[in-house]
């Protein structure tokens, strides 16, 4: 087994290109990374990544070696997934990520009882509300909240998930509740951009009579973490943009109040991204079956979401 650790440890550093987070994702030490490349290196006996105190990257060796290491480790997955469907027993460990607002409120909770029902799958959640990158960052699975690409991935359609533009009492006390996206723009209000570094400019697509339009909105704040905009509005800083379920019970308390409502939000969709590779793996379609059947009642009850 040290081989095929060596072989994972390899493929991480390839894809990540970094030792010290190829290190953190097989939850080893920088040291022990670099000595497993070190062990394979010597067995091969070539190079396969030039190291610099600044940067690293694979050697037209490593190159070469990443697809066949690639194929091995996706062939003994397969062998154990085999096993696995044999005796009906599914074992390992299972990469998912999710959005950090899905993942708090209805994937994390959930996560001790199937661990429970399942004591032989390990699972290794991230959440991000970035647009991560399935296969380059080694998943089995990812939760995905909006629009998506063509994609050679497995996509499995959970809900399509209302959304709700809202603001604290006291922000509404301030500025004025806006009736539609038009009195955003004319009113100059103070939007919360959830926006990434390289982001375009941000557009809210809001339901009109005349059919979905873009509104390009502005304001003083943003964040790449949802849930830090869904504060600031509660502090009174502006109009967010977010998923019903997530400031349900905020609206419910009336701590946030719908404000645009005569032009909601066009509602986004939430999937499931499963490599095509991994799709029939035991450990991640029974994970992925319990998880999607929570969103869907998470959603049901916080929003409406339809199937």
């Known amino acids: 087994m040290a081989y095929v650790t060596n072989l994972k440890m390899f493929v991480r550093v390839y894809e990540l290109g970094s030792m010290s987070a190829a290190a953190r994702d097989q939850r080893a030490s920088p040291a022990v990374a670099s000595s497993r490349i070190a062990e394979l290196e010597r067995h091969l006996g070539v190079r396969l990544f030039n190291r610099t105190t600044r940067a690293l990257s694979a050697t037209e060796h490593g190159r070469l070696f990443y697809d066949g290491a690639r194929k091995v480790l996706e062939a003994i997955d397969a062998a154990e997934a085999q096993v696995?469907?044999?005796?009906?027993?599914?074992?390992?460990?299972?990469?998912?990520?999710?959005?950090?607002?899905?993942?708090?409120?209805?994937?994390?909770?959930?996560?001790?009882?199937?661990?429970?029902?399942?004591?032989?799958?390990?699972?290794?959640?991230?959440?991000?509300?970035?647009?991560v990158d399935v296969t380059g960052e080694g998943l089995d699975l990812a939760f995905h909240l909006g629009p998506l690409a063509d994609s050679d991935m497995k996509i499995?359609?959970?809900?399509?998930?209302?959304?709700?533009?809202?603001?604290?009492?006291?922000?509404?006390?301030?500025?004025?509740?806006?009736?539609?996206?038009?009195?955003?723009?004319?009113?100059?209000?103070?939007?919360?951009?959830?926006r990434f570094p390289g982001a375009p400019e941000f557009q809210w697509t809001l339901q009109t009579a005349q059919g979905p339009r873009r509104f390009d909105i502005s304001g003083p704040l943003e964040s790449d973490d949802g849930d830090v905009l869904t504060g600031w509005a509660l502090d009174g800083c502006g109009i967010v943009m977010k998923p019903r379920f997530e400031v349900a019970a905020h609206l419910a308390s009336g701590a946030l109040c719908e404000v645009a409502a005569a032009t909601p939000p066009v509602p986004t969709q939430l999937a499931c991204l499963t490599p095509s590779r991994k799709h029939r793996d035991p450990k991640v379609q029974v994970f992925a079956?319990?998880?999607i059947a929570r969103c869907r009642a998470a959603l049901a009850a916080g929003g409406g979401a339809t199937a």
């Open 84 to 131: 696995a469907r044999a005796t009906q027993a599914p074992r390992g460990t299972v990469f998912v990520a999710a959005p950090l607002g899905l993942g708090r409120r209805v994937l994390a909770p959930a996560i001790p009882a199937f661990k429970a029902a399942f004591p032989d799958i390990d699972i290794r959640l991230r959440l991000s509300d970035r647009l």
């Open 156 to 194: 499995r359609k959970i809900a399509d998930c209302p959304r709700v533009l809202c603001a604290a009492p006291a922000y509404i006390a301030r500025r004025g509740a806006p009736r539609t996206g038009a009195d955003l723009l004319r009113d100059g209000h103070d939007c919360l951009n959830l």
């Open 289 to 291: 079956e319990q998880m």
